[in-house]
């Protein structure tokens, strides 16, 4: 019963391998499509780690890099501050300012002016004590704060045109031209004062000093950070080589970012200078207006005794007053 024909036995063999190689070619470009997915997958795997190690190793030598630099530029800040010093003389000062006068100059100019605003003291009827402190702040006070004056102006008109000099080497160095060379077109075509100091450094070139010395003296006419981190670049790009144009264009970013940086400090702290100004101001406001309207009333203080003492007292508080204003509106960044 159960006995079964040879040749029914190979036609069943010869069905079932006919319907596996038909399953079989059905299904051959997907099993091949999942195999090249796999393949590719475990290859992508593979390179991923590969890159994911190399962008491990690459931050790892730019961190030490970094490191490498700072440390330099602290070496180089350092060894600068060393050399000039922090105290700056009346002669550096003048020089600065760019007036074109010289030391002995200023002093005469300086004595001339206190002996006019003595004689102005004297004809307004003033005692021997106010002719004296008139002589006194014409030929001491006035002409060091008209310096001082001139010299923070030049400083701020140097900070105002010195990105776009560096701009102009980044430029320059990226066409092909050497620094000499965009030096020299700063020195003619840029507005004073950074016409004039680029112009020292090509004369300076000139007389045998080399780029890092000739651009070290920049930081001695004009010491400002600004001038200190343009000296520092190019001395690390000339021991050190490097990428100059990409250098001094991060940095004519970082000086753009302090200006905008000091600009909204002073927006910000504009309401509290103007209250300042207006309490500082006051008491001196209010005694030339009572003055005016009753002399006899406020005149004790110019003839007694006690008077010139009280105002003797009233000014060193009001000095001190003045100066913690000061201390709290200033911003250093």
């Known amino acids: 019963m159960f006995g079964l024909d040879l040749t029914v036995i190979a036609i069943m063999a010869l069905a079932a391998l006919a319907f596996g190689g038909i399953i079989f070619a059905v299904m051959f470009n997907r099993i091949s499509a999942e195999a090249n997915q796999a393949r590719r997958f475990n290859n992508i795997k593979e390179r991923d780690q590969f890159k994911a190690s190399n962008a491990t190793a690459r931050i790892q030598d730019a961190a030490k ?7 330099s530029l602290k070496e180089l800040e350092e060894k600068q501050k060393a050399k000039h010093g922090t105290k700056v003389t009346l002669k550096k000062m003048i020089e600065q300012s760019g007036l074109k006068i010289t030391l002995s100059q200023f002093y005469i100019l300086s004595g001339v002016f206190g002996v006019l605003c003595g004689f102005a003291a004297l004809f307004s009827g003033f005692n021997f004590i106010v002719i004296l402190g008139a002589i006194f702040v014409g030929a001491l006070g006035v002409p060091r704060w008209f310096v001082s004056f001139t010299r923070k102006r030049r ?7 010195f990105p776009n000099a560096i701009d102009v080497i980044v430029r320059g160095v990226k066409a092909g031209l050497p620094l000499n060379d965009c030096m020299a077109i700063i020195a003619r075509e840029a507005k004073d004062p950074v016409r004039s100091e680029f112009g020292r450094i090509v004369e300076s070139q000139k007389m045998g000093l080399t780029m890092g010395d000739a651009i070290g003296k920049l930081y001695q006419n004009v ?51 103007a209250s300042a100004g207006i309490i500082g101001s006051l008491p001196m406001c209010v005694s030339v207006l009572i003055y005016l309207t009753t002399p006899d ?10 008077g010139h003492m009280i105002l003797g007292a009233s000014a060193i508080w009001m000095s001190m007053g003045i100066l913690v204003m000061k201390n709290m509106i200033n911003f250093d960044f």
Not at 65 to 71: A, G, P
Request: hydrophobic share 40%.
């Open 155 to 161: 400083f701020k008109a140097f900070l105002d045109e």
């Open 297 to 306: 009333y406020i005149s004790l203080l110019f003839t007694h005794s006690t």
């Open 223 to 273: 010491p400002l950070a600004e001038a200190n981190f343009f000296g520092i670049v190019v001395a690390i790009q000339e021991s050190a080589g490097g990428n100059l144009s990409e250098a001094l264009s991060n940095l004519s970013g970082v000086l753009r970012d302090r200006k905008k940086l000091n600009n909204k400090i002073k927006a910000v702290s504009s309401e509290a200078k």
């Open 65 to 71: 890099r970094r490191k490498t630099v700072q440390d």
